[in-house]
């Protein structure tokens, strides 16, 4: 990451320092929970992906640097409306949110994030950047709510756990890097490829997010191993092992999933059958997939120093261990 960062590292500090005077309510309540989250760290990852795109479509204004906070703030409220209703606990290694302030705070902060987010889009003043917005958004929220209903529901295939990652993900990935083309007043070639870009590579963020999840450790992930499995998320690696294993394992697996309460052992026995069916190394190679085809999205373009950090970029979403 180290050349990534090192080409956007103004505007990420610019980005940084702006965070808290961005949140200026008038109830400090809402500063003091929204600055807990936006402010207590995380990859960055989506405002580095718009800086960079806008950066290599030959942008040189300052709304990179709003939209890239935009990007963040509405990322930032999915995750504290995702905490409640996953009922997590832990966030980036320390309490969550709601576990601190509980549901109902955390809900109207997540909103306040939202409508802040688009007070600054609709001060761009760029229509086509807020339709963006707006229908990423959009998707993004039924991603979520689809992702619900289909919770604990084992029968789900492996092309609708595609499309809620999509949804639920990536969109809003796809979303920054065609921002960023936007802005640049890219052609109309170019903004696609960059769009392509960031859903191959959103796409890929979310399966080794999945992958990590049965495979990280607590103390380097900053939340449960396993949480997937105990919030009733089917994801690939147990997807793929559904589709292997024997009647009477799946229907183990069936009772671990549908109990009350995790079974003091559930979560060992479904990570060795995983293990067993190759489940996290089939996610890990259809992550790598989606990466070689997001970087074969922008072949075509013409070598900069941008392109060759969207490349790093994406290998880091491979390589990474949180």
Not at 6 to 34: G, H, T, W, Y
Not at 61 to 88: K, P, R, Y
Not at 130 to 157: C, F, N, P, Q, W
């Amino acid at each position: 990451m180290e050349k990534v960062l090192e080409l956007i590292k103004d505007e990420l500090k610019i980005v940084e320092e702006k965070f808290k005077s961005r949140f200026a309510s008038q109830v400090p309540f809402i500063n003091m929970v929204a600055e807990h989250l936006v402010l207590g760290g995380g990859k960055r990852f989506r405002p580095s992906i718009l800086l960079l795109s806008a950066k290599l479509c030959g942008y040189s204004g300052e709304d990179h640097i709003s939209l890239a906070e935009i990007i963040e703030f509405i990322h930032t409220a999915t995750l504290l409306h995702d905490d409640v209703i996953d009922n997590a606990e832990i966030r980036r290694g320390s309490a969550s949110a709601n576990t601190l302030w509980g549901n109902k705070a955390s809900i109207l902060v997540g909103d306040f994030l939202y409508t802040r987010a688009f007070s600054m889009a609709v001060g761009i003043g760029n229509p086509k950047i807020l339709r963006t917005l707006v229908d990423s958004t959009s998707i993004l929220v039924e991603g979520e709510t689809a992702e619900l209903v289909k919770t604990a529901d084992l029968s789900i295939t492996e092309e609708e756990n595609l499309e809620l990652i999509i949804n639920k993900t990536a969109i809003l990935i796809s979303a920054a890097t065609r921002m960023g083309a936007i802005l640049g007043k890219a052609p109309p070639e170019t903004e696609e490829a960059l769009a392509h870009y960031g859903l191959k590579v959103g796409i890929a963020f979310q399966l080794m997010d999945d992958y990590l999840d049965y495979t990280g450790k607590n103390e380097t992930l900053g939340k449960d191993t396993g949480r997937d499995l105990k919030e009733g998320k089917i994801t690939l690696p147990l997807i793929h092992t559904l589709k292997q294993c024997t009647s009477e394992e799946k229907r183990e697996i069936q009772e671990i999933v549908l109990s009350e309460e995790l079974p003091p052992d559930g979560l060992q026995r479904v990570i060795y059958l995983i293990n067993k069916y190759n489940g996290v190394e089939y996610t890990l190679a259809k992550a790598q997939q989606h990466i070689r085809e997001g970087k074969e999205s922008l072949r075509n373009l013409p070598p900069s120093p941008e392109k060759e950090a969207l490349f790093e970029l994406a290998d880091y979403v491979v390589n990474r261990r949180v």
